[in-house]
């Protein structure tokens, strides 16, 4: 059977490994748009700096992608122990993110109120409203101030999303669930705890887990899926269009030309499908275009560590949107990983846009990297221009599963059931990491491999 697969980012790569894994006679086409493969997973060297453009690293903790590390031969970096020491921006300084309930009591990130009101958490009722969103769930049980402070930097850190529109059920599944089963998220705790010591198993409310990424940075994983798929993948490759003849698939290409295939995979973002398919599918496009992108961009600065006073003993900083600050935060990505920055220099990654100040991300370069400056001068006292400076835009960067998400993955699924052999993956939809893209990769090719024997 032919098989094509648009989008050679780790959703289209991993999914075409994971099949020839399994049917090595598949015949496996992949049309990649960009010169190169990986999609938001590119690192860049240069003047001795490793500088990722898109993603920064993974959790250990999803099997899934541990397994694929394995057998591709693939050594994974896990992050020094600086990486579990996190800041949090508030009320003008750097607050250490406690990391036990000990540090957490004594902790002045939160007023003593804030702090109580998080131990109320236990005497709040369970609700079951329908598609709550992140800001309305924490606030319900946790206070305004834990939201303000400690949810909503943890949103800007992961999705970039303003937890007003972000659904909880969507994008934190887990929390959502936890409510549910044990109507308190610190009974529910203390449940997992107990569990834990009986087992061994680590648990907890938070995905756990050490982040993780390679030497010489993300790419090296998108390097060695493209070695072994070979011919198979196809860069620069936009397509444009799909429609059906008969029973086939034709996949329609930029530069004019185009394949017939029996069995078609979108591993493109949500914008590009629904560009994609509205020949197809008018609905389906109208759907896959609800799925907002907004701009994210990341800004690397290198200096010499002597021009630093801070001791940039940790992962970095991420600062809640109540701070009124332009830049959603920092990462000290030279003090977690080794090789990112040359012998006598560090190297500070920082994120601006998101769903909140989108448009801030698609400023001049020159611009976006003084106003980095401007608020690391306020924020860690760094008054030295920088030595090394990279800017990397993403006009549509994260996508965010807001309120509705659910009923819309819903509408997608019956329009692709509709088709034969046809199906659509990547961050999309059920899951925006890395660990996620290849986890659903796997059960993509596990789906296609049972209908397609
Ligand atoms: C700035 C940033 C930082 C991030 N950091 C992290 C992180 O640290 N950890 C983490 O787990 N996740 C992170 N993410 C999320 C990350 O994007 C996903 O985890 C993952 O890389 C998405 O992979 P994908 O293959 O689904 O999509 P993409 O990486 O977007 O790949 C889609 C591919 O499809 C191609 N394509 C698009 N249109 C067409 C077309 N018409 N024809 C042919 N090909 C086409 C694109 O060129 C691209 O290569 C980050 C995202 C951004 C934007």
């Known amino acids: 059977m032919r098989l094509v697969i648009i989008g050679g980012g780790i959703s289209g790569l991993s999914l075409a490994y994971f099949l020839l894994e399994r049917k090595p006679s598949l015949d496996i086409v992949i049309l990649e748009a960009g010169k190169k493969a990986g999609g938001k997973i590119w690192t860049d060297k240069a003047e001795g700096?490793?500088?990722?453009?898109?993603?920064?690293?993974?959790?250990?903790?999803?099997?899934?992608?541990?397994?694929?590390?394995?057998?591709?031969?693939?050594?994974?970096?896990?992050?020094?122990?600086?990486?579990?020491?996190?800041?949090?921006?508030?009320?003008?300084?750097?607050?250490?993110?406690?990391?036990?309930?000990?540090?957490?009591?004594?902790?002045?990130?939160?007023?003593?109120?804030?702090?109580?009101r998080i131990l109320w958490e236990i005497f709040v009722p369970k609700s079951t409203p329908d598609d709550e969103t992140l800001a309305d769930f924490a606030r319900r049980r946790l206070g305004k101030e834990a939201y303000e402070k400690l949810i909503d930097p943890m949103a800007s850190g992961i999705y970039a999303g303003d937890p007003e529109n972000m659904s909880l059920k969507s994008c934190f599944r887990r929390i959502y669930e936890l409510e549910q089963k044990y109507g308190s998220l610190i009974k529910a705790m203390m449940k997992l705890q107990k569990e834990a010591k009986k087992t061994g198993n680590k648990v907890g409310p938070g995905p756990g887990g050490v982040l993780t990424s390679f030497y010489d940075g993300m790419e090296l994983i998108i390097s060695l899926l493209k070695n072994f798929l070979g011919e198979r993948l196809k860069t620069n490759a936009r397509v444009v269009s799909v429609d059906k003849e008969g029973e086939d698939y034709v996949i329609y290409i930029s530069d004019g030309k185009s394949i017939k295939s029996e069995a078609l995979v979108l591993a493109i973002p949500a914008y590009e499908a629904?560009?994609?398919?509205?020949?197809?599918?008018?609905?389906?496009?109208?759907?896959?275009?609800?799925?907002?992108?907004?701009?994210?961009?990341?800004?690397?600065?290198?200096?010499?560590?002597?021009?630093?006073?801070?001791?940039?003993?940790?992962?970095?900083?991420?600062?809640?949107?109540r701070e009124g600050k332009k830049i959603l935060g920092t990462l000290w990505d030279s003090s977690v990983f080794p090789n990112r920055a040359p012998d006598g220099y560090v190297l500070l990654r920082t994120m601006l846009g998101g769903a909140r100040m989108s448009g801030l991300a698609l400023q001049d370069e020159d611009k976006q990297i003084n106003m980095v400056m401007n608020e690391l001068k306020?924020?860690?006292?760094?008054?030295?221009?920088?030595?090394?400076?990279?800017?990397?835009?993403?006009?549509?960067?994260?996508?965010?599963?807001?309120?509705?998400?659910?009923?819309?993955?819903?509408?997608?699924?019956?329009?692709?059931?509709?088709?034969?052999?046809?199906?659509?993956?990547?961050?999309?939809?059920?899951g925006i990491g890395v660990n996620d893209c290849i986890e659903n990769s796997f059960k993509l090719a596990e789906r296609i491999i049972e209908e397609n024997p």
Request: some cysteine.
């Open 49 to 116: 700096f490793l500088c990722e453009g898109g993603v920064n690293g993974f959790l250990d903790n999803r099997p899934k992608t541990l397994e694929l590390l394995a057998k591709l031969g693939l050594i994974p970096l896990r992050s020094n122990d600086n990486a579990r020491k996190r800041y949090i921006f508030s009320d003008g300084k750097l607050h250490r993110l406690p990391e036990s309930p000990v540090s957490f009591f004594s902790s002045d990130l939160l007023s003593f109120y804030g702090r109580l």
């Open 274 to 321: 629904s560009e994609m398919v509205k020949i197809l599918d008018n609905n389906l496009s109208a759907t896959l275009n609800e799925i907002f992108y907004p701009a994210v961009s990341v800004v690397c600065l290198g200096y010499k560590r002597s021009k630093i006073r801070h001791p940039l003993d940790g992962f970095g900083f991420l600062i809640p949107n």
């Open 378 to 430: 306020g924020i860690m006292k760094i008054d030295a221009q920088p030595d090394f400076t990279k800017v990397y835009i993403h006009q549509k960067g994260i996508p965010q599963y807001s309120s509705g998400h659910e009923r819309r993955l819903g509408a997608i699924d019956k329009s692709t059931d509709k088709f034969k052999k046809f199906y659509i993956t990547g961050n999309a939809y059920r």
